[in-house]
């Protein structure tokens, strides 16, 4: 199993427009973070995790054309804007990509974007839209699915597992629920939001995450969704060594 961050950025990504680094070092390129999206590999399949507006550039950057599935953690402009994008997977694949969701947030994503989910005049369906089951396979993998809460909404957090390894993504959140920590406890990887060191009212800070690591006993954690208050350099000087920051392009192996 492969996990790829194909980007780890806020809403605003790191620089923000107006050349923007805060305190972010421009000539460390492991600062320059598109918005969050991982994609996962398992046996053949990949799975994308969140579609937003850099999408075109990271599946280039990536070098990926095929895609069998795409999971939206919630309707956030930065996790699903990028939509449009598909359009060339599904002419690759030549038929509709699966994309699984909650159920409002697939009601939400078929208001603004009718056009990806249903065939007009030349232009086929782009995706399908499917209700996230308790459980999805991907290759040899496994994912289950948690609702974790976002400020007023709630966001999915997955466990991923394969082979006796297994991964946590969990991405726009602000407190750990019981229901998280019963699925998240004891990963060998959690890869964390983890906004800046400040507390925020939607998202994780430095501190919590790092507490709440310890208490599931993770293996190793990476702290990703970073603003440009989150030096890279600076990041990994002050962490214990079984976390760092995630960074574009960053490819986890879980063997």
């Known amino acids: 199993m492969k996990i790829r961050i194909l980007g780890c950025g806020t809403s605003f990504g790191v620089p923000r427009i107006g050349n923007d680094w ?15 999206s991982i994609l996962i590999e398992s ?6 995790v969140d579609c937003g507006p850099d999408l075109r550039e990271q599946l280039l950057a990536a070098e990926i054309g095929k895609l069998d599935g795409v999971i939206v953690t919630h309707d956030h ?5 990028g939509i449009d994008e598909l359009r060339a997977i599904e ?19 078929q208001k603004r974007f009718s056009y990806i989910f249903s065939s007009r005049a030349i232009y086929r369906t782009v995706a399908e839209a499917v209700e996230l089951a308790a459980m999805l ?3 040899k993998a496994q994912l289950r699915f948690v609702d974790q809460p976002h400020g007023g909404i709630t966001s999915v957090g997955m466990r991923i597992e394969e082979e006796g390894r297994s991964a946590v993504y969990a991405i726009d959140f602000s407190d750990l629920t019981d229901e998280m920590r019963s699925l998240y406890e004891g990963a060998d990887v959690w890869i964390s939001d983890c906004l800046s060191r400040r507390p925020h009212p939607t998202h994780a800070h430095l501190d919590a995450v790092l507490g709440w690591a310890r208490e599931m006993n993770v293996g190793q954690l990476y702290l990703s969704h970073l603003n440009n208050s ?7 000087a002050e962490l214990p060594d ?10 986890i192996v879980l063997s």
């Open 22 to 36: 805060g305190e972010c070092d421009p000539n460390e390129p492991r600062n320059r973070r598109t918005r969050s």
């Open 43 to 48: 046996d053949g399949e990949r799975l994308l």
């Open 77 to 81: 402009a930065d996790h699903c804007h």
């Open 91 to 109: 002419q690759r694949r030549g038929e509709p990509v699966p994309l699984h969701a909650r159920a409002q947030v697939l009601e939400s994503l």
């Open 137 to 139: 396979d991907l290759g």
């Open 230 to 236: 989150m030096d890279y350099r600076s990041l990994l």
């Open 242 to 251: 079984w976390a760092a920051p995630a960074h574009d392009g960053l490819e």
